[in-house]
């Protein structure tokens, strides 16, 4: 029987600029009811405390809902959609989400937070520090909050992964009937990030979540490469 | 700490068109390592098996690999995007997809599957049955594989909801710095099936999970009307 696990890290207090995220876990990590970290336990991360800590923070008019606006722009290489106040964007990793990924929300207010120069790197340092440490080794997944078309509704997904699969491809293995498979190239680090969003909710504030029971076979060098679609690919902007 | 445990049921055997998935879940559900199924409980059930009891099965020629492409289009109210053999539809639910959700994997040689006519009350039936043998209020959610725009690798998203929220709203709640949160509708049912396809595995062939832990706020009468956005609402079609 394959079973999971994903529960939030309670302790994480307020992240500021110039704080490693991946000592702030150890810490908070050294007194989980369900035991110290695993090898190959999965970190979920949002995105707002590693764009903290990694002071991607920006000032802003707090007065001016749209004062953000021109970052927005600033962040973004493409503009995808425009409708009214909502603006649909690629930003410089790649990412097609609203507003470059900028929000205000569980932030001080008069500031912005941007996201992460390279995610993928705020992962590894995450999972360095972590195996320095503890001496485990385990999947970072830094995630954020997106929509997307044609579903209401938005879900985590990752953006930054480490030592963690972004997609498996099950090309070419068999269906329960022997019929070998067509397309089956499963985006893991996706259902991760959502998996552990149930647990850590909006409003609550909780920034780490962690999820035990991921298939082994996923523990690998990986990045976001997996994930982002190239334009040419692409059949929506 | 908020927890959330999800695992595979086992001894699902092949279905067959008539047989009725909640008995068979109920039955299988009798040897669960885990316990019987509590109140709160989420059961995923992956769309082909629903597609098979409800026998929207439909012969194909199985030498010719585009057989099925003119039941993709009379499946389809909308053709959103077109390029060599990949057709993205719009389905009579609402959904949008490649291939008005058809597929031929895990599904007989010379058959296709077309998806429930209805998968909201497919999973309202499973929901009934549970309930009536086993005096438990689950949510059961009918799960499917979709890709998506911008993003590689797919997901698995819910196709049908019964007794569980498809989207939470969290608008008009704070933040955990007391700031008033803009825009987090939550689509929770998307998350939950990512989660329960994590221990379900595409190859192996394993139709049902079930999920504990998600927040007992969720649990009340839902329908996918809350995840299918209308056209009019919609930039990318």
């Known amino acids: 029987m394959a079973r999971l696990m994903a529960w939030s890290v309670e302790g ?29 336990d999965v970190l979920v991360v949002t995105q707002k405390i590693v764009s903290k800590a990694e002071n991607r923070l920006v000032a802003i008019d707090a007065d001016d809902p749209l004062s953000h606006k021109q970052l927005v722009e600033d962040e973004a290489v493409r503009i995808v ?19 470059s990924g900028i929000d205000l929300s569980n932030v001080e207010r008069g500031y912005a937070a941007l996201l992460p120069l390279d995610s993928d790197r705020s992962a590894r340092r995450i999972r360095d520090i972590v195996k320095a440490k503890l001496g485990v080794n385990v ?14 509704g938005l879900t985590d997904v990752a953006i930054g992964v480490a030592g ?3 997609v498996v491809d ?3 293995t068999e269906d329960a009937l022997g019929r070998v498979m067509q397309v089956t190239e499963v985006c893991v680090a996706d ?9 850590m ?3 609550e504030g909780i920034p780490v979540a962690i999820v035990r029971g991921a298939d082994p076979s996923w523990f690998r060098d990986a990045s976001m ?3 982002v679609r190239p334009p040419s690919e692409d059949l929506f902007r």
Do not use: Y
């Open 12 to 40: 994480i207090g307020e992240i500021t600029p110039g704080m490693q995220i991946g000592d702030v876990i150890v810490e908070a990590c050294g007194a989980e009811p369900n035991g110290p970290l695993r090898d190959n």
């Open 81 to 99: 959609r425009r409708r009214g106040d909502l603006i649909i964007t690629e930003t410089k990793h790649g990412f097609v989400c609203a507003n």
């Open 139 to 152: 999947g970072v997944i830094i995630s954020d909050t997106f929509g997307r078309p044609w579903r209401k």
């Open 164 to 166: 963690i699969a972004a």
């Open 170 to 172: 099950l090309r070419g």
């Open 191 to 199: 259902e991760l990030a959502s998996a552990a969003e149930l647990v």
């Open 201 to 203: 909710g909006k409003s």
């Open 225 to 227: 490469s997996e994930i």
